[in-house]
């Protein structure tokens, strides 16, 4: 079991993110992600890195949980991200990190408790930017920052869903 805690940082006054495994378990806080972005992104020369996060499985026809979910490992690695259906983007270039969470509606607070801000995704994972993953989000915004060539994991057993729509977004 993972046990997030917002931990308060002396230095700046700030809140930041660490987790653990249970209480004899070592605390990992975010800044370790970031460390790993970067380094991820040092092995690139262009272009941005866009990598989707696991995604909650639900049995058949049912709102029950498969399994326990568990994030996809090269995501987490890269951005500590617990929560299903994010993706995450860095920017070779700047280094700059971006979180796509999904886009909750207002009923999954009824279930599921606060429904979370993009500064909260911000602060708790220490990224530069968080866009909601509304229909053609990421496509949205490669293409506001003229990003020409993305880097993806490519996987037999896993695909990018509504990320990219088929022969591109049309306008008007």
């Known amino acids: 079991m993972v046990h997030d805690s917002m931990c308060k940082n002396d230095d700046c006054?700030?809140?930041?993110?660490?987790?653990?495994?249970?209480?004899?378990?070592l605390h990992v806080e975010a800044d370790l992600f970031v460390e790993n972005r970067r380094?991820?992104?040092d092995k690139f020369n262009n272009g941005?890195?866009?990598l989707q996060g696991?995604?909650?499985?639900?049995?058949?026809?049912?709102?029950?949980?498969?399994?326990?979910?568990?994030?996809?490992?090269?995501f987490f690695w890269a951005f500590g991200v617990h929560e299903s259906g994010v993706s995450g983007l860095i920017n070779v270039i700047t280094g700059k990190s971006v979180l796509f969470p999904p886009r909750l509606p207002e009923d999954y607070a009824i279930w599921e408790g606060q429904i979370r801000s993009a500064d909260w995704y911000k602060e708790k994972y220490l990224v530069d930017e968080v866009i909601f993953n509304d229909q053609y989000a990421i496509y949205d915004y490669l293409k506001r920052e003229n990003v020409e060539?993305?880097?993806?994991?490519?996987?037999?057993t896993c695909a990018f869903v509504n990320i990219f729509p088929l022969g591109g977004r049309k306008h008007g």
Do not use: W
């Open 13 to 25: 006054g700030s809140m930041i993110m660490s987790f653990n495994r249970g209480r004899h378990t």
């Open 48 to 50: 941005c890195i866009l």
């Open 54 to 74: 696991g995604v909650e499985k639900n049995r058949y026809n049912t709102d029950a949980d498969d399994l326990p979910f568990r994030q996809e490992s090269y």
């Open 39 to 41: 380094r991820l992104a």
């Open 149 to 156: 060539i993305v880097h993806v994991l490519v996987c037999v």
